[in-house]
């Protein structure tokens, strides 16, 4: 019987695990990790912190559908991994053997460098534990100060807002995640976050954060001011958890580097998800993505290639469906982002292939309330961001995923940018006469 050991208890290593069972009805599958409780959906955190959803309905799998993987499971931290050996060691000094071993350890919150960070009260938000504790915090807080960009910035500033506590948003630029959005849809998702009372400084930083017992009490900013608040949430990027691996000898450029197969450098050894660094064939380079769906792709063909069954991993498009202060956004592929300085690496729900090779032109049709701006060059679409209505979401993802040949309607499509939709539309029903176009993203954020 052979021994599958899974590090990890995120959707990558839940992937694996299943598609191994499903390939070898009497491996021995142990899943270890230092994160107990059931499996839940983490882009799902954010509606636990603003009461949105509670605890209960982020588990993404039924006790039934788990007893039925049969995996044994060890709540602790594996502290080595000794490939040679085929063996890890926890913390607590117990040794285990594998036949084929997964690292699936996700990515973590990179801490902030102002002096005071270490002070009680400066959070982050990676798993259940820091969304539950900041439900508890939020409930003392009068004032909090948020920090960063994406997704995971705003869901905090709406979320602490949310229940109760007066919130400032800062971003160190002008506007909000340049790093994937133009100005334009950073001024809608600005407006949106101002709605909900969040007050947004632009160009402040934090340059101290100053405490009392320990404790969080204020934060001196670049412009001189002081602002009373208890709490300082943080979502300055994040970083794949790669000290396993890169301890062990292992390949690891910014995230663990695999091949098609989802191999790691050593034999016997996988990675997936937001730890594993994946090769693009289309942009030529290997990529981090930390996004929900690539992470259940890549657990998947790991799982089956452990289990002795040769799969291609293909990377897909990269693809997130969020809410950014309310306005419904899907991002797509290579949408010509630009640095942006509230972001040291990338941040939660995004990908590194979202920052193509600076090549391209945008078109962009907006009314009152929808916007849609598509990314292309000579004969594709590279990328698109869509907000608002998500009608063109599903032809958009396909016809940038397959590198559909655009050239018979590239003019149109620059010339009237008002006709847009439609011309997208037109054309995607001559490509695929029995397709319905519209499709419902936003029921995939229930994961
Ligand atoms: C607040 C938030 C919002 C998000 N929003 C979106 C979104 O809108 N769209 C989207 O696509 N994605 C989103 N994501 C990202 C998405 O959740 C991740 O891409 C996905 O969960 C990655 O899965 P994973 O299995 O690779 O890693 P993880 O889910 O991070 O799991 C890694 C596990 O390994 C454990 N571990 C680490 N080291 C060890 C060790 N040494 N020993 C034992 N166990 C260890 C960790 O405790 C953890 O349980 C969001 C994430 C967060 C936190």
Request: with cysteine; charged share 25%; glycine share 10%.
């Amino acid at each position: 019987m052979r021994h599958f050991v899974l590090v990890g208890s995120g959707i990558a290593a839940l992937s694996a695990a299943e598609a191994i069972r499903g390939v070898d009805a009497s491996a021995r599958i142990t899943l270890a990790s230092d994160e107990p409780g059931p499996f839940y959906s983490r882009p799902g955190l954010a509606y636990l912190l603003a009461g949105a959803l509670p605890e209960r309905q982020l588990s993404i799998r039924s006790r039934a559908d788990v007893s039925a993987l049969r995996i044994e499971r060890i709540d602790a931290r594996v502290h080595q991994v000794f490939p040679a050996l085929h063996e890890v060691r926890f913390t607590d000094g117990r040794v285990l053997g594998y036949d084929r071993l997964l690292i699936a350890t996700g990515a973590s919150s990179i801490a902030p460098g102002f002096p005071g960070a270490d002070l009680d009260g400066v959070v982050g938000l990676d798993g259940v534990d820091d969304a539950r504790a900041l439900v508890t915090r939020a409930k003392k807080a009068r004032t909090a100060v948020v920090v960063g960009g994406g997704s995971t910035a705003i869901e905090l500033a709406e979320g602490l807002q949310a229940r109760g506590v007066e919130t400032h948003y800062f971003l160190r630029g002008d506007r909000y995640w340049a790093r994937v959005l133009d100005p334009e849809e950073s001024a809608l998702v600005e407006a949106g976050v101002s709605r909900t009372r969040v007050t947004m400084h632009r160009r402040t930083e934090i340059v101290r954060a100053l405490g009392r017992n320990g404790r969080v009490v204020a934060v001196e900013t670049n412009r001189g001011d002081a602002l009373k608040c208890q709490l300082i949430a943080v979502a300055i990027g994040v970083r794949p958890r790669v000290t396993l691996a890169r301890e062990a000898g292992l390949e690891v450029d910014r995230g663990i580097v695999v091949n098609e197969r989802m191999e790691t450098s050593a034999v016997d050894v996988y990675a997936a998800g937001d730890v594993a660094q994946v090769f693009d064939p289309v942009l030529g380079r290997a990529v981090l993505d930390t996004l929900w769906s690539a992470a259940m792709e890549q657990g998947r063909a790991a799982g089956l290639n452990m289990a002795g069954m040769p799969t291609v991993f293909h990377r897909h498009v990269a693809l997130n469906v969020t809410r950014l202060a309310d306005i419904i956004t899907t991002v797509i592929g290579d949408v010509g982002g630009i640095d942006d300085p509230d972001l040291i690496t990338i941040t939660r729900g995004q990908s590194e292939a979202w920052s193509g090779a600076g090549t391209g032109i945008s078109v962009v049709r907006h009314d009152a309330s929808d916007r849609i701006r598509i990314h292309l060059n000579g004969r594709t679409i590279l990328g698109a961001v869509i907000m608002g209505d998500q009608a063109l979401s599903l032809p958009l993802t396909r016809i940038i995923a397959e590198r559909v040949d655009i050239t018979p309607i590239r003019d149109a499509l620059v010339e009237r940018p008002e006709a847009l939709a439609s011309t997208l539309l037109d054309f995607w029903h001559s490509l695929h006469p029995w397709e319905h176009a519209p499709y419902d993203h936003h029921a995939r954020l229930a994961h």
